[in-house]
């Protein structure tokens, strides 16, 4: 999952920018502007299923160095230079883990009654809907069965258990600027997260919108972010 707004300090974050850059070698580290073009696919029996599509025209755009893109998928990505293709495969342990049970729960039906009438418009199977904790804190869950007296909830991450294959190119790999670094700090205190994933760069599972949807295709940073 990616880190929110909430646990991510800004004015830590920049007091201590400079001495960050350091590695303990003394050597420069940089954080870079990527952009990528992609199709990202699962692979299913040996077969890839598309998830997801970011074009060169609308590519996934991060900055290197956060930790909100996945480990994995930034370590392929990150030696790559402007133009160089890339194809690799991240395991379910590389990506988002296996299937948690324990983030599947059953509630009572007539807690998505309205009026006295169950909200089926709202509530069908693989619906993702918004639930709220005893803190305020919004996830997503996925509708995964609904039976005559419980309706069963999924807060697994959408690519749970899934062996994932990127596929695509390198639109752009520079050095950031100071202002692309500051809004792109600016971005996370917004939105909760790095921007650029999914619908108008909200979190995968929490706040108020959902990537990785298949055929998304609109800024993507939830199917390699955290």
Known sequence: MKKTAKEFNRDVF????????MTTDNNMTEN??????????SIEDERLMPIEEATIENPFVFISGFGLTLGEFEKNILPLEKGEKFDFVLQPEQAY?????????????????????????????????PMRDEDGQVYRARVD??????????????????TLNFIGSVVESRIATNEEIEKFINDIDDDGCCGGCGDNGKDCNKNDGRCCKKGGGKGHGCCHGK
């Open 145 to 162: 069965n609904i039976s005559d007296d419980k309706v069963r909830l999924d807060f697994n991450h959408p690519l749970a258990g899934k």
């Open 14 to 21: 920049f007091s201590t920018f400079a001495q960050s850059t």
């Open 97 to 129: 883990g296996m299937i948690n049970e324990d983030n599947i729960f059953e509630l009572d039906r007539e807690l998505f009654c309205i009026d006295g009438k169950f909200d089926s418009k709202n509530i069908y199977l693989d619906a993702i809907i």
């Open 32 to 41: 870079k502007y990527i952009a990528v073009a992609y199709k990202l696919c």
